[in-house]
């Protein structure tokens, strides 16, 4: 009976004896967290180019005794002085890497028609009622912009295309014009010749266009 009760108690010993790191071996694990940086530098936000309008011509009777649409034809025309920044190739194009998504604002407002070499807003005896695109894709490197305006006439000053914070237009934004319309009411004093007027284009930061203009 000694002997056994020796044998248990040396068994019980042994066993608290036994090294804690061998017991807690498992609990040896850590877990630590990193990081990675890099740096964005902020772009601008440009207007890169506009187009020219070259629309059909049309016979001056036609001008004197009724109202017409003209279409666009596309191609070349001959600058006026005031106004060469056109592009003959039907493109709009604006560039925002500014790095903000806050949007920005492309207005359009047509001039007067001047007659022949004239280069001033003078009475040019045509009745112009409207000019406005009909057709117009556009895409986007980026984010895409709203689509384009087609529903306004842009002879009083329009926004034709913007950029909010939903489509925030970022990257290179295109808009390809296929077609637009140049409405002309009845005009007695219309003379033969070559009419044309000056376009400007105003590009602004945010979608409200009330910010700073953006450069060219």
């Known amino acids: 009976m000694k002997k056994t009760t020796w044998l248990l108690l040396a068994a019980a010993v042994g066993l608290l004896t036994v090294p804690a790191t061998l017991t807690h071996a498992a609990d040896d694990t850590a877990t630590k967290t990193s990081t990675a940086q890099f740096g964005a530098s902020a772009g601008t936000l440009t207007l890169d180019k506009v187009p020219d309008l070259h629309f059909d011509d049309v016979a001056v009777g036609d001008l004197i005794a009724k109202a017409n649409d003209l279409s666009l034809q596309g191609g070349a025309v001959s600058d006026l002085p005031n106004a060469a920044d056109g592009d003959a190739d039907l493109t709009v194009q604006v560039t ?66 913007a950029a909010d914070a939903t489509n925030v237009g970022s990257g290179v934004n295109t808009a ?17 010749g070559t009419y044309r007027a000056p376009i400007t284009w105003t590009l602004t930061t945010g979608p409200d266009g009330t910010a700073d203009g953006a450069g060219n």
């Open 96 to 161: 925002d890497n500014r790095g903000t998504n806050a949007g920005w604002t492309l207005s359009a407002q047509a001039g007067q028609f001047v007659f022949g070499t004239d280069t001033t807003s003078t009475a040019s005896d045509l009745n112009v009622s409207g000019l406005k695109f009909d057709t117009v894709s556009n895409t986007s490197t980026g984010s895409a912009a709203n689509a384009f305006d087609t529903a306004d006439s842009i002879t009083t000053g329009a926004t034709v295309w």
């Open 176 to 192: 390809e014009v296929s077609a637009a319309t140049l409405s002309l009411a009845k005009s007695p004093r219309a003379k033969a």
